[in-house]
């Protein structure tokens, strides 16, 4: 382990020194498109934090970068993204559509279970088939597992948050929602309703660090993976992942 972390190190160092030049040339300043997801991305009311956001605080740090947040829908990172206004975006997952847009440079995120919350006991998910006929609410942009995306026999109702679709299924306007496990649960919690978790749920897959196609980050890819494998061996990434699951799983 020590031999590892040593050779990391040094690869890093010498990626920095590469990257600065001279002290007289500023550290890379990564513009980062982020939508308000608590835990995974907090943005609003204060520094940023989250999983997400203290996974990639402890890479940046090790190489030396400074990092700027732009807040923004999910939907409007990606457009951000195409217009060459953001650097990089943290947790997408793989799709085609994605992959002309971004590089999918790290596998950095914990794989999570899509939830299926429900509020009336008539829409109680057993099986995939008992979503057909129901309306469900999604997040705008995002993407869960390959067939519910791609089903278009099942009737879906988009909101920028998953806070907003929470609201909407108390109120009637869907009947469930999907949503990842940590932030589905943060969302019930903080608006303390009566929400319940059916039976049924998808396992995750590991979601991504997305480096733009057009950024000069892009060039730091090995870096940043690098970097990934310190934190990884230092076990700090695997002590963020315990302080939010302690916290926020149900």
Known sequence: MRALTAVLLVAMSLAVSAQQGTETVRALTVTVGANHAPPYRIIEGGP???????????????????????????????KLIQQGEVDV??????????????????????????????????NRIERYADLYGKTIGVLEGSSYFTRFDNDEQLRKEAAPRYENLVLMMEKGRVDVVVAPELIGMYSVRELGLPVNVS????????????????????????DIRAALKLIESEGIYEDLIVKYMDQYAR
Do not use: Q
């Open 48 to 78: 940023p934090s989250g999983l997400y956001v203290e996974i990639f605080k402890e890479i940046t740090d090790r190489l030396g970068w400074n990092t700027h947040y732009r807040e923004a829908p999910f939907r409007r990172v990606l």
């Open 89 to 122: 975006m943290l947790g997408a997952l793989k799709t085609s559509e994605r992959d002309e847009l971004m590089a999918f440079v790290a596998p950095a995120f914990p794989p999570e279970r899509r939830l299926f919350l429900y509020h009336n006991d008539a």
């Open 199 to 222: 039976p049924f749920y998808m396992p995750g897959e590991r979601s991504w660090i997305a480096v733009a196609k057009t950024s000069p980050v892009l060039e730091y890819s090995d």
